[in-house]
């Protein structure tokens, strides 16, 4: 559609200019607020396969460099405790964090240690739905997420990810087999690959409704300037056009209708209802979830402000994100000096920050103007006078009160294409960090293990 494609290009315009790089002599993240209670992000940048599509700082898994850079991060752990952060939670994200089980335990026995842990969460692949990996996170992950992508064997083998991940049928077994060791499993899902089609996502749609997982996750496949080319050789091209289509039918059998299985937790998020629960059977070991526990399935959209440890990744503090090297030689040695392996900056705007409240709410299907107004001390609507009219102009707006926005069905597209590009737009934040590296790290690393 025409609103799609106007969005794509001012949302990345937009991006661009406001998410720059700057580079940065700081040794230390930003001192908590007294008082405060903070996620704490922690990146894990291997895998035994790497994907055409991804731009997240990953290395092919080697042992024994995974072991050092487990130390280090650990003791990157206690400089952010030092510092008197008040962590109640955890994301564990990656590459696999999961690459190395008596590292992972360790980790996050540590940070027990160190804080009162409500909740931890996690991803993995599906090579590790199994013995003794359940056992050993069972208690020590409450949330699981699993990045299944398609069950399509086809895709799967296109992704390079059938030989090692398995095929779609012994990962729907496995998933079904590691649901009671979880307060929640999520199946991250991604849909628009080039070769995809209705009936392969159809199909997909079927298992995520059957394997009985809690939570499904179901975004748009996005690209960053470094890893298009791989992509584009591998998948094919990508085609925007029907992106629409793919997310109607996608929404449409996850949570539409009079009595669905799912509910939206967020715009690509869809949470099992009870019912369905009951209907099918399933449930997990760890009883019924905390309703006041944070949920943290996707932590950039719960968390206000997050500190994040480890290779390539990104801490927002204080309206600034911080990004750490990409480089694993440089991570290791400024963790063993003391400092924090800090590379690079980028400040935001107040118009910046009003369009990422406003991003970020919708996402999550409610904006609240009072809260809004109390953040910058204008209404939305002075603040953000040309983003509000463009929504309106496209009936993007269910509610649209003096209390709060909520979205239409083709609001909540636009809203995905928004964020889709933003997510992007992030991606090449990573890709300007990237660019720093220097000798061998200094391309990504693809899925056949060579360098580009």
């Given amino acids: 559609m025409l609103s799609e494609r106007m969005l794509t290009t001012i949302i990345k315009q937009l991006a661009c200019r ?36 991804c731009s997240f700082n990953r290395y092919a898994f080697r042992e024994d460099v ?76 409450q949330r699981l997420s699993v990045g299944v992508q398609s069950f399509n064997n086809d895709l799967l083998k296109q992704m390079d990810r059938f030989d090692k991940y398995g ?29 995809q089609t209705e009936d392969i ?13 809690r939570q499904t996750t179901f975004s748009p496949l996005y690209v960053s300037n470094g890893t298009m ?46 019912e369905s629960d009951a209907l099918l059977g399933v449930g997990s ?28 990744s990104i801490t927002y503090l204080n309206r600034s994100l911080y990004v750490n090297t990409f480089s694993l030689r440089e991570y290791n040695e400024a963790i063993e000096s003391g400092r924090m392996s800090l590379m690079g900056r980028s400040d935001m705007s107040e118009r910046d920050l009003m369009r990422y409240c406003f ?25 953000l006078p040309v983003e509000m009219a463009f929504m309106r102009a496209n009936r993007a707006f269910a509610t649209d009160t003096s209390d709060e926005l909520t979205l239409t ?12 590009q933003f997510l992007s737009a992030m991606n090449n934040l990573r890709e300007q960090a990237r660019a720093a590296l220097s000798g061998p790290e200094r391309e990504l690393l693809f899925g056949d293990g060579t360098m580009r």
């Fill in 66 to 141: 995974a072991r050092p850079y487990f130390a280090n991060m650990r003791r990157e752990m206690r400089m952010v405790k030092n510092l008197g952060y008040d962590i109640e939670s955890i994301y564990m994200g990656g590459g696999t964090p999961t690459i190395l089980l008596d590292e992972l335990c360790e980790t996050l026995d540590e940070a027990r240690d160190l804080w009162n842990i409500r909740e931890v969460a996690s991803e993995t692949n599906p090579n590790h739905l199994v013995q003794p990996y359940l056992d050993a996170l069972k208690g020590r992950i």
């Fill in 18 to 53: 406001g998410l720059a790089l700057n580079p940065t002599n700081e040794t230390v993240m930003p001192a908590p607020e007294p008082g405060r209670k903070y996620m704490l992000y922690m990146h894990v940048p291997f895998c035994e396969r790497l994907c055409p599509y």
């Fill in 285 to 312: 070991a760890g009883g019924a979830e905390d309703a006041s526990a944070p949920q943290i399935d996707e932590f950039q959209t719960f968390y206000d402000q997050y500190p994040a440890i480890g290779s390539g």
């Fill in 359 to 383: 991003l970020v709410n919708l996402y999550k299907l409610r904006l609240d103007k009072h809260a809004f107004a109390r953040e910058f001390g204008v209404s939305i609507e002075r603040g």
């Fill in 167 to 195: 095929s779609g049928e012994e990962i729907l077994e496995r998933i079904g087999e590691a649901l009671p060791y979880f307060n929640s499993l999520n199946v991250d899902m991604i849909f628009n690959f080039p070769s």
């Fill in 409 to 420: 069905p083709r609001g909540r597209y636009l809203v995905v294409v928004m964020y889709r």
């Fill in 201 to 213: 996502l159809l199909d997909d749609l079927e298992k995520i409704a059957t394997c009985g997982a």
């Fill in 229 to 274: 080319r791989k992509m584009t050789s591998t998948l094919g091209k990508m085609d925007y056009s029907r992106e629409y289509r793919y997310y109607q039918i996608l929404d449409g059998v996850l949570a539409g209708g009079s009595d669905p299985l799912f509910h939206r937790t967020t715009l690509w998020t869809f949470t099992r209802n009870v």
